[in-house]
């Protein structure tokens, strides 16, 4: 079973800032998702990636498979920006397995 | 194209009492998830469907849970009989192809369920 490690829980910053979000994974996988949880709850594909780096206007994904851990860039911070952030990754045959989430906070 | 659809948004029902969900994914898609997402356990496959036909029913709690897919465009979740511990926001999410680590998922909005 793949367990899906994210970090922080948490986090809170001022508009503008560089954000990380990082997710760790236990078992090898051939892909992982970043999902993006608006308040309102709705949840939106953010990235699918299976080797290096992705980039979507000011969100930046890269992942490192031998390392088994994905991290998640928002440069130049913005307010909108404010949601929980999930990351994912398959297990079994078409079973996605889901972290926590990581509240992420901008304030203006 | 409209997304995928779930109805009710919202659902506020009494324990014991029989709830149906409902969710239309997005036309052409060919599988399709039922998720639930709770504060503690937080996202959660239920089960999905490849071509109308269920593939992995592993995730249904218990035999109250079921679901179905009559046809491409239309599937149920049904829980029957509901208890408060069921209260949580249910996705429905469907994507183009069978592979769930190629094929960008398109989630529902989402019902969310009180059983009270």
């Known amino acids: 079973k793949n367990e899906v490690e994210q970090s922080p829980q948490n986090l809170t910053a001022q508009e503008g800032e560089f954000i990380t979000i990082n997710c760790s994974y236990s078992?090898?996988?051939?892909?992982l998702h970043w999902l993006q949880q608006h308040p309102g709850g709705g949840i939106v594909s953010l990235f699918m990636?299976?080797?290096g780096k992705k980039k979507h206007g000011r969100l930046i994904a890269t992942i490192n498979i031998q390392e088994k851990h994905s991290s998640l860039h928002i440069t130049a911070s913005h307010p909108r920006d404010s949601a929980v952030y999930i990351c994912a990754v398959r297990e079994g045959a078409q079973k996605l397995v889901f972290g926590q989430g990581t509240r992420l906070t901008i304030n203006p | 194209d409209a997304g995928v659809i779930q109805s009710p948004r919202h659902e506020v029902t009494e324990m014991g009492q029989e709830v149906t969900l409902r969710c239309k994914p997005i036309?052409?898609?060919?599988?399709l998830f039922w998720y639930r997402q709770t504060m503690m356990r937080g996202l959660e496959l239920l089960i999905y469907f490849n071509n109308n036909v269920p593939i992995d029913d592993s995730g249904m709690p218990e035999d109250r849970f079921s679901a179905k897919m009559p046809n491409a465009s239309f599937s149920t979740l049904k829980i029957q009989p509901s208890e408060p511990r069921d209260s949580a926001v249910y996705f429905c999410a469907s994507i183009k192809g069978l592979r769930v680590d190629t094929d960008t998922q398109y989630f529902g909005p989402g019902t969310r369920l009180t059983v009270l």
């Open positions: 078992v090898g996988i051939s892909a």
């Open positions: 036309s052409g898609h060919n599988s």
């Open positions: 990636l299976s080797s």
